[in-house]
């Protein structure tokens, strides 16, 4: 049974949230007619779709892999053999949070704590399960809890799909204003840019800056909803050759203001520093002397 809300706007929130190119999707399976979203650029029948479906008080996204996907299962069996590590960190902060993960490979139950299963996988299932507030019944909660199991279930396969390597130059993301003849751009890294790790941030820590809570969906509206950046912590010079990223703890989304302060430094300025600062200065300005006579009389 097809639920009410738009398949077609998790597309696109969940497109921008992790630079993707998605599509919504109705398909059939053997519970009826799912809502969902596919990669557009793995064509049916080799592709997958997440799809998102109803249960008891709660609402789950799974993985469903197209009639001729084999080849994609048994090189995410691959690839999970060197992402194992930020795969178990995300699926633990998901638990964390509250969301229940359901994995089985070659059909048999894979519990987290023992790993994941070496290659050959020859069948996956993965599914993202998060109760629901059944009484509300809003629509608007549908489609934000859709996005919340949808988006996870996606940032868990991210990083188990055979994506293509990032090139490893940083590519400037803006320019920052400076003085007159001084010449600088915030880079964002391999790390950074990378879609898989961009996503498990993004699932894990949601897509408010981690410094200033700005929401970019919140102030644009639609225009800009799930927009954020992903600020990678480590400094590059010091990472040594046997660097692997973890998405959930080296990463953090961050507004493009606050992602531009920590870089004004170099190495990049801690988030939490650059939190305890901002919110000292709020202190100070919102005392009530201070808002109501900015400058005290003599
Ligand atoms: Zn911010
Ligand atoms: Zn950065």
């Known amino acids: 049974m097809c639920m009410p809300f738009s398949e077609e706007a ?26 969902g979203v596919r990669a557009t650029d793995i064509p049916e ?18 993985f469903f892999p197209d009639t001729y996907a084999g ?3 048994r090189a995410m069996g691959r690839k999970a053999a060197t992402s194992h590590q930020p795969f178990l960190s995300l699926v633990s902060t998901f638990e964390a949070g509250g969301k ?4 089985k490979v070659n059909g048999s139950v894979v519990l987290p704590e023992n790993g994941l299963p070496p290659p050959p996988w020859n069948q996956l299932e993965l599914r993202v399960r998060r109760l629901t507030d059944a009484t509300s019944g809003n629509d608007g909660d549908l489609q934000a809890d859709a996005e919340t199991v949808a988006s996870a279930c996606l940032a868990l396969l991210l990083l188990l799909l055979p994506l293509e390597e990032e090139e490893p130059a940083g590519l400037p993301l803006f320019e920052a204003g400076l003085p007159e003849g001084a010449c600088s751009t915030v880079t964002v890294n391999r790390y950074e840019r990378s879609p898989a790790n961009r996503a ?38 010091r990472m040594g050759d046997g660097y692997r990223v973890d998405p959930v703890h080296d990463l953090i989304p961050l507004c493009a203001n606050c ?7 170099d190495p990049p300025m801690e988030p939490e520093t650059l939190r305890e600062m901002l919110a000292t200065r709020r202190r100070m300005t919102c005392r009530p002397d201070s808002r109501s006579h900015p400058v005290k009389p003599s």
């Open 45 to 62: 029948p080799n592709g997958f779709a997440v799809l998102v479906s109803t249960g008891w008080k709660s609402l789950e996204a799974g």
């Open 71 to 73: 080849d994609l299962v």
């Open 200 to 237: 498990a941030c993004i699932a894990a820590h949601g897509s408010r800056c981690g410094i200033c809570g700005f929401d970019f969906g919140v102030v644009y509206g639609p225009l800009a909803h799930g927009y954020i950046e992903v600020h990678h912590r480590t400094p590059v010079s």
């Open 100 to 103: 229940r993960i359901g994995m």
């Open 259 to 265: 992602h531009a302060a920590v870089h004004r430094v």
């Open 10 to 35: 998790l597309a696109e929130v969940l497109g921008v949230r992790f630079r993707l190119s998605l599509s919504g999707c109705v398909a059939n399976t053997p519970g009826g007619p799912r809502q």
